[in-house]
């Protein structure tokens, strides 16, 4: 918004409206001159289709997407106290309540203690938290097969496997868990 001098009449209406055009013309002049292309938030490199798949990892409850392999507790046992006894102790007993893996109720009076064995409603769900985010240092660094060593022996400490059962693809979401009617699908809620 311009005021206008009555003390100065070369100020007046006249240099009012020409000083405005002037200033959109100048501002359609540097717009004109800036890149017609679209910006970009310069947020990394594209990725192609091998990238993408690497990515998607999810496993579904009635175990959709679980890959080829196999493993048991007693395989399990090895990797487990190379790569999860640091964070979830000897047993899966935890260094604090955030990685206990083992007990644990969720009919106690108190809080409940969420675990592997008190609180997760699906095996397959175990299998594809461990292949996506464990170790917690290293996490996607397990194989497959590494995964489905890991997840036998966490079932196993919590008695829902035994040492020498063959975990796979076919018989992984067989699994009953504790927990499993402790949930409310809404997915197909809208």
């Not at 975990?167 to 067989?174: E, G, H």
């Amino acid at each position: 918004m311009y005021m206008f001098s009555a003390t100065r009449p070369d100020r007046g209406i006249i240099y009012g409206l020409i000083r405005v055009p002037a200033l959109l013309l100048v501002s359609l002049l540097l717009g004109a001159c800036s890149s017609t292309e679209p910006e970009s938030p310069a947020l990394g490199q594209p990725v192609n289709a091998a990238q993408l798949a690497a990515f998607d990892l999810i496993i579904e409850p009635d175990g959709t997407g679980l890959p080829a392999g196999g493993g048991t507790a007693a395989e399990g046992e090895t990797v487990y106290r190379a790569r999860c006894q640091a964070c979830h102790g000897a047993n899966g007993e935890g260094n604090s309540a955030a990685t206990v893996l083992v007990g644990g109720s969720m009919q106690s009076e108190g809080p409940p203690l969420r675990t592997v064995g008190s609180y997760w409603p699906y095996a397959s769900t175990v299998f594809d938290f461990i292949r996506r985010a464990m170790p917690a240092d290293s996490p996607k660094s397990l194989s497959d097969e590494e995964v489905y060593q890991a997840t036998a022996y966490v079932l196993f400490l919590n008695d829902l496997v035994d040492r020498d059962e063959m975990l796979d693809a076919r018989s992984l979401p067989l699994i009953e868990m504790p927990n499993k009617d402790g949930f409310v699908d809404q997915s197909r809620i809208r």
